[in-house]
């Protein structure tokens, strides 16, 4: 089936700097990826939603500045925390969907730890 | 607007007891519906789908049925084993706007053995 390599799965970062996280999907095009962000014990916020070549369209409360989006190509999506703070720590999830198709493939998740 | 409403946990089970899981909607026309599992540690997985009312969906023992006369697509399972521990997310679908998902909160099962 559909399978989506999100890497890294762990990273720690000090307080400042920038963090990437991307997303693959291996056997299928990726023509809408969406972007999650989860809190413990809470439900999924939807951070983003980008078409491969377009811009990413943010939900409301989401700084584009600060969460940049990229997905230049159907098999990749990127997510770059940028100036990251200890509020930014979260756990980050990205999904997948291939036009005309109707699942959602996740991948397995980034934790994210500014320290 | 479109939402989604889950019983709220964490809800303990012994093993083998029957499991329910409420899930109830909000939303114009005909959106899928869907529940995925989350393992501790884990990423999300669908678990199931229904796509137009009536349908079941079913998988690893687990069923939900799309019922619009009342707007619910509940999680069940007969007989639960303590591998089914996990938290448990029921999401809708609409088409257009790019088919993005809307999730209730979660609801976390720990089947004791």
């Known amino acids: 089936g559909a399978v989506v390599s999100q890497h890294p799965s762990r990273v720690i970062c000090k307080s400042g700097t920038s963090v990437k996280i991307e997303c693959r999907s291996l056997d299928f095009q990726a023509t809408t990826m969406f972007w999650y962000r989860q809190f413990p014990k809470q439900s999924l916020m939807l951070m983003a939603t980008s078409n491969e070549g377009s811009k990413a369209t943010y939900e409301q409360g989401v700084e584009k500045d600060k969460f940049l989006i990229n997905h230049a190509s159907l098999t990749l999506s990127t997510l770059t925390v940028t100036s990251a703070h200890p509020e930014d720590s979260s756990f980050y999830i990205c999904s997948a969907r291939e036009a005309g198709a109707g699942g959602y493939t996740f991948g397995s998740g980034t934790r994210l730890t500014v320290v | 607007g479109n939402s989604v409403t889950q019983m709220e946990g964490p809800v303990t089970l012994s093993e083998e007891a029957f499991l329910t899981i409420n899930c109830t909607y909000t939303?114009?026309?005909?959106?899928?519906l869907f529940w995925y599992v989350q393992y501790p540690g884990e990423g999300l997985q669908l678990l199931l789908k229904?796509?137009?009312a009536d349908d079941k969906g079913s998988n690893k023992g687990f069923e939900a049925t799309y019922r619009k006369e009342t707007t619910s697509f509940h999680l069940e399972k007969g007989s639960v084993q303590v591998s089914d521990s996990a938290v448990y997310f029921c999401?809708?679908?609409?088409?257009?706007?790019?088919?993005?998902?809307?999730w209730g909160l979660g609801t976390s099962l720990a089947v004791n053995p």
């Open positions: 229904a796509t137009k």
């Open positions: 939303a114009t026309g005909y959106p899928s």
């Open positions: 999401a809708l679908s609409q088409a257009g706007n790019n088919r993005k998902l809307i």
